[in-house]
Each structure stands twice: as structure tokens, then as C-alpha cells.
T-cell receptor, first 116, second 112 residues
Framework: GAVVSQHPSRVICKSGTSVKIECRSLDFQATTMFWYRQFPKQSLMLMATSNEGSKATYEQGVEKDKFLINHASLTLSTLTVTSAHPEDSSFYIC????????????FGPGTRLTVT | AQSVTQLGSHVSVSEGALVLLRCNYSSSVPPYLFWYVQYPNQGLQLLLKYTSAATLVKGINGFEAEFKKSETSFHLTKPSAHMSDAAEYFCAVKDSSYKLIFGSGTRLLVRP
């Protein structure tokens, strides 16, 4: 299989604090990982593409200083929401492409972030 | 540029009835197309994918989809709906790089 995990599954933080979300490929190496955001009853919005060992590429309109992405190894990418505000509350989903393949993305179970 | 349109934000069927979820795509290159299912508060699970091989693609849980180039469609079907099929379904197309472009989603409701 190709399993992607996310931690935590749910997190509640206070406004102004930062929160880190981890995305791990458990049984494969991932050269590329993606971070998506999903609002209630809406589709997935791609936030950024993360490549191991290089800077993430952010989609237009996504604040790179607010959503810090680090892809430090072939199995781990992290998303840090800095100085979180209530409008950052959302469902964040990551996905990964297996090293050696070119297109199939394996999705994590998502992280529900609530900022109070 | 690639894009995906899912017709119908909500589809309601009776248990045992045919499921038909519509997806039309726009692509300047031969497309790679995908259907994903999402259950509440969960990530996406791949149902099936089209990658320029057979035009009729069979997936998991009894779902299948037919690629019709002339109609630029990739509709998802299942002969007999089950209560457990109730979920959100997303059609997606891979763009010229490796990004996925998602449709707006269709919520499938299954009536007992």
C-alpha cells in the first residue's frame, strides 16, 4: 500500500499562536508532497507544493510567511500555521507522490484546525 | 489549462438504484482523470483513474467510469447504490505538471 498519515488529526489553538501539522509517508519515499485546504462543503484548494530539500512553491494568494512548509526528508513534510487567526480554521489535507512515479497522489486523513 | 466541472452538487438515489455522477473536463493534453471519495472528516480515497489505457475503468467498491473523448466526459457509475456509498465524490484532472485540479464535488445521498 501507500499510506500517508497526518498528525494531529484535530487541534485547537488560541488566536495568535502557531501550530504545526505533520504529514508522513509511512511505507514509501515521497519526493513531492502537497498541502490542501478545504472549507466546509467545498472542494480542495491547493496551497503549496513541497519538494524534499527545496523551498515550497506556493499557489497564488497563499501567504508563504503565514503557512510555513518544510520538507526535510523523503517521508516528512510539515505545515506550520503562524500567528493563527479564526479565519485559518479549516481542514488541512496533505498528499504525497511516491518517488519514481509521476502522478498518483496518496492522501492523508486530514487535520481539523480550530482557532479560538 | 485543465479544468473539471461536476454537474450537480447533490445527487440523491434510493438504495439499490443506479448511481451516476457527472464529470466533464477540459484539457489541452491527453488527460489523466481521477475519481476520489471523501467520507466526513476524512481524507480522499482513490476510487479509480484513467491514464489513457482502457476507456472503461473499473475501480473499488463496484464503481466504474467511462472516458469519452468526444464528450469530454468521465462520468462515475455504480449499478446498485449501497447506504455506505453516501459520501462526497470529487473528480480531478492532472495538469501538465503533477498537480491535481479538482471539481467542486458531488454529495451522494442514499435513501433507504
Amino acid at each position: 500500500g501507500a499510506v500517508v498519515s497526518q498528525h494531529p488529526s484535530r487541534v485547537i489553538c488560541k488566536s495568535g499562536t502557531s501550530v504545526k501539522i505533520e504529514c508522513r509517508s509511512l511505507d514509501f519515499q515521497a519526493t513531492t508532497m502537497f498541502w490542501y485546504r478545504q472549507f466546509p462543503k467545498q472542494s480542495l484548494m491547493l496551497m503549496a507544493t513541497s519538494n524534499e530539500g527545496s523551498k515550497a512553491t506556493y499557489e497564488q494568494g497563499v501567504e508563504k510567511d503565514k503557512f510555513l512548509i518544510n520538507h526535510a526528508s523523503l517521508t516528512l513534510s510539515t505545515l506550520t500555521v503562524t500567528s493563527a487567526h479564526p479565519e485559518d480554521s479549516s481542514f488541512y489535507i496533505c498528499s504525497a507522490i511516491r518517488q519514481g512515479t509521476s502522478y498518483e497522489q496518496y492522501f492523508g486523513p486530514g487535520t481539523r484546525l480550530t482557532v479560538t | 489549462a485543465q479544468s473539471v466541472t461536476q454537474l450537480g452538487s447533490h445527487v440523491s438515489v434510493s438504495e439499490g438504484a443506479l448511481v451516476l455522477l457527472r464529470c466533464n473536463y477540459s484539457s489541452s493534453v491527453p488527460p489523466y482523470l481521477f475519481w476520489y471519495v471523501q467520507y466526513p472528516n476524512q481524507g480522499l480515497q482513490l476510487l479509480l483513474k484513467y491514464t489513457s489505457a482502457a476507456t472503461l475503468v473499473k475501480g473499488i467498491n463496484g464503481f466504474e467510469a467511462e472516458f469519452k473523448k468526444s464528450e469530454t466526459s468521465f462520468h462515475l457509475t455504480k449499478p446498485s447504490a449501497h447506504m455506505s456509498d453516501a459520501a462526497e465524490y470529487f473528480c480531478a484532472v492532472k495538469d501538465s505538471s503533477y498537480k491535481l485540479i479538482f471539481g467542486s464535488g458531488t454529495r451522494l445521498l442514499v435513501r433507504p
